[in-house]
């Protein structure tokens, strides 16, 4: 995609939601982190109806370890891979407590040391607790893309760095969520909305997809 077309790209999603959020629910940098690692393989939506009487109740890594692994599966366990996630989020607290006097750190590289954090995981962390400049790829935003042309890799660190590369002020700080919530409502995956989408006409997908006949 040109630069021009990128930054065109981006106003247009800009002015469509000038101030994107995450649709995960936190009340603090620790409960963020948690939903974000519970998040992988599973829909928004289900981890917010896991954690809103989770968070009620725990909001910190203190709290966490006190609540125990068991205690936690039972609140998760409408969560795919519920076993995993909750020894990762107990060791993950731990390992604040023990390395960060249990305080989420403001340092990706810190952050992805921590048990069942990884890259991705790290970075909504960064952008969403504290404005940084980072692009967390998840399915939605590899498939947008590459499907667009705005920034084609192989993997999700090379899309990452394509896109850290062209995306220009001032749309960096949001362009994450703006790329997410496209791919997640409008770009989707097996049948992309290409009849109702604002920036169809600087994508490089072909054909585009017509809207359905009405019944």
């Given at each position: 995609?040109?630069?021009?077309?990128?930054?065109?790209?981006?106003?247009?999603?800009?002015?469509?939601?000038?101030?994107?959020?995450?649709?995960?629910?936190?009340?603090?940098?620790?409960?963020?982190?948690?939903?974000?690692?519970?998040?992988?393989?599973?829909?928004?939506?289900?981890?917010?109806?896991?954690?809103?009487?989770?968070?009620?109740?725990?909001?910190?890594?203190?709290?966490?370890?006190?609540?125990?692994?068991?205690?936690?599966?039972?609140?998760?366990?409408?969560?795919?891979?519920?076993?995993?996630?909750?020894?990762?989020?107990?060791?993950?607290?731990?390992?604040?407590?023990?390395?960060?006097?249990?305080?989420?750190?403001?340092?990706?590289?810190?952050?992805?040391?921590?048990?069942?954090?990884?890259?991705?995981?790290?970075?909504?962390?960064m952008n969403v607790a504290f404005g940084a400049e980072t692009f967390a790829v998840d399915t939605?935003?590899?498939?947008?893309?590459?499907?667009?042309?705005?920034?084609?890799?192989?993997?999700?660190?090379?899309?990452?760095?394509?896109?850290?590369?062209?995306?220009?002020?001032?749309f960096r700080l949001h362009a994450h969520h703006w790329l997410i919530l496209h791919g997640r409502?409008?770009?989707?995956?097996?049948?992309?909305?290409?009849?109702?989408c604002p920036v169809a006409d600087l994508c490089a997908y072909k054909p585009k997809t017509p809207?359905?006949?009405?019944?």
């Amino acid at each position: 995609m040109k630069k021009a077309d990128v930054a065109e790209f981006y106003a247009r999603l800009a002015a469509d939601n000038p101030h994107p959020e995450t649709e995960l629910e936190s009340v603090n940098a620790y409960t963020l982190l948690v939903a974000v690692a519970l998040s992988a393989q599973a829909t928004d939506v289900g981890v917010n109806k896991a954690t809103r009487a989770l968070f009620a109740e725990v909001d910190t890594p203190e709290k966490m370890v006190a609540l125990g692994e068991d205690a936690l599966k039972g609140h998760i366990r409408t969560i795919g891979l519920f076993n995993t996630k909750a020894k990762n989020v107990i060791a993950l607290s731990q390992a604040l407590i023990d390395r960060y006097d249990g305080i989420v750190p403001n340092d990706r590289d810190a952050l992805e040391t921590l048990p069942g954090v990884g890259r991705k995981t790290a970075n909504v962390v960064m952008n969403v607790a504290f404005g940084a400049e980072t692009f967390a790829v998840d399915t939605h935003i590899f498939r947008v893309g590459n499907r667009t042309g705005l920034a084609r890799g192989k993997t999700p660190l090379a899309v990452e760095l394509k896109l850290d590369r062209a995306t220009p002020q001032p749309f960096r700080l949001h362009a994450h969520h703006w790329l997410i919530l496209h791919g997640r409502y409008i770009c989707k995956a097996r049948r992309p909305e290409c009849w109702r989408c604002p920036v169809a006409d600087l994508c490089a997908y072909k054909p585009k997809t017509p809207e359905p006949a009405a019944k």
